[in-house]
């Protein structure tokens, strides 16, 4: 398959790229502010160990795709998720939680003057019933009163979104649609949206531009892609040996769906493949 002008942003590369680029943070900090919302810029972003360890012998330690702490002690976990995860939010909960009960830990169970927690995942499907296409959800009660805002969840449903780029205003749908399609976007600059000149985005964009990349990083993407896909051939043997087994079992393809907390659709597709090598 031929690789276009610029690396998905959302792939694990491109990811990494521009969240994670430690050298200039300006991106990150740009898009963080938007994903929560916040009317005050974000002037200093500080990443931290995203790999986490278990606070007890008996529960789960993990990996963020990306931690981070701004300069009011503020912390933000950011995760990628392409595969389709109806319990994603779940993830997102532990994650969260595991973040809260370090700090509480740190400051010796004190809870007062806990700093705040961000916790936004990126998903390439839709797995919520509601319309909208970023969400951002704490603690309310019945009325829609806030209780708590110490913790907030973020989710950002790429599929949602189809904002025409005449609609586009707010730096927030800026950063959707610029995950959601610079990926196909031609390489003549003229016909780009114009706001994909502003110079946070300008950032991104030239470090996914495969035309602009050194000896080095070409390799680095070349390596992330040849991963990546060992990882989408090993779960998709992994998968099709479930659903062989099941169906031997006499389940359907819905049954194997549910009880593997599988999309349906995808099941069918690898059942397809698997008639027909």
């Not at 690789?3 to 300006?26: C, H, R, V």
């Not at 740009?30 to 995203?50: F, G, Y």
């Not at 995950?179 to 016909?191: E, F, R």
């Not at 080095?216 to 099709?240: D, G, K, P, S």
Request: proline fraction near 5%; include cysteine; charge should be negative.
């Amino acid at each position: 398959m031929e690789q276009g002008p610029f690396i998905p942003l959302i792939s694990d590369y491109g990811f990494k790229a521009t969240f994670g680029n430690e050298t200039n943070t300006l991106f990150l900090r740009t898009a963080l502010q938007a994903l929560i919302k916040s009317p005050v810029p974000i002037r200093e972003v500080q990443l931290d160990k995203n790999a986490f360890e278990a606070l007890t012998l008996d529960s789960r330690s993990g990996i963020f795709d990306l931690a981070c702490t701004d300069a009011e002690g503020n912390h933000f976990i950011v995760e990628m998720q392409l595969a389709h995860s109806p319990h994603f939010v779940q993830r997102m909960k532990f994650y969260a939680l595991h973040k809260f009960n370090t700090l509480v830990e740190r400051g010796r169970f004190d809870y007062a003057n806990l700093p705040r927690i961000y916790c936004i995942a990126v998903l390439e499907k839709s797995i919520l019933p509601t319309a909208n296409y970023h969400t951002l959800a704490n603690l309310r009660n019945e009325h829609d009163e806030p209780v708590d805002e110490q913790m907030t969840l973020i989710l950002v449903k790429l599929a949602k979104f189809n904002k025409p780029v005449a609609a586009i205003t707010t730096d927030l749908d800026k950063l959707i649609y610029t995950m959601k399609t610079l990926h196909n976007a031609p390489a003549d600059p003229i016909q780009w949206p114009k706001f994909w000149n502003e110079e946070w985005l300008q950032r991104a964009i030239d470090e996914l531009n495969t035309r602009k990349m050194t000896p080095e990083e070409r390799f680095q993407f070349a390596r992330y892609t040849a991963i990546n896909a060992e990882a989408v051939n090993a779960e998709r043997a992994r998968l099709h040996g479930i659903i062989q087994r099941s169906l031997q079992k006499g389940l359907t393809l819905e049954e194997i769906a549910e009880i593997h907390e599988l999309d349906l659709e995808y099941v069918q597709e690898l059942h397809t493949l698997l008639n027909n090598p």
